[in-house]
Nanobody, 123 residues
Framework: QVQLVESGGGLVQAGGSLRLSCAAS????????MGWFRQAPGKEREFVAT????????AYADSAKGRFTISRDNVKNTVSLQMNSLKPEDTAVYYC????????????????WGKGTLVTVTS
């Protein structure tokens, strides 16, 4: 079992930045590809970013490209999402997830999910 706990959400003005973190316990994250999803009010959960277990491969949703950066620290057992140039449409609950590969993570077919952290971007 892997327990994932997100932190770093909050209220920010458009154009601002936030850094989300995901801490894992139970098993080492180095065994997993990791990712971030988000769910805005009234919308379905959507993929944001993923990173391979070794950190060399990343992929982003079009909405995140150029603004968000996913990274990981397998020693600290954490994954982060640096979000810059935030827009009101980035407002959502952001979820950390762990899966067997980045291709699986992108599809959301992952066994492990955190409970989410709320990001609110005001205009």
């Amino acid at each position: 079992q892997v327990q994932l706990v997100e932190s770093g959400g909050g209220l920010v003005q458009a154009g601002g930045s936030l850094r989300l973190s995901c801490a894992a316990s139970g098993r080492t994250l180095s065994m997993f590809a990791m990712g971030w999803f988000r769910q805005a009010p009234g919308k379905e959960r959507e993929f944001v970013a993923t990173i391979s277990w070794h950190g060399s491969d990343t992929a982003y949703a079009d909405s995140a490209k150029g603004r968000f950066t996913i990274s990981r620290d397998n020693v600290k057992n954490t994954v982060s999402l640096q979000m810059n140039s935030l827009k009101p449409e980035d407002t959502a609950v952001y979820y950390c997830t762990a899966g067997v590969s980045t291709s699986v993570v992108v599809k959301g077919l992952n066994p492990y999910w955190g409970k989410g952290t709320l990001v609110t971007v005001t205009s």
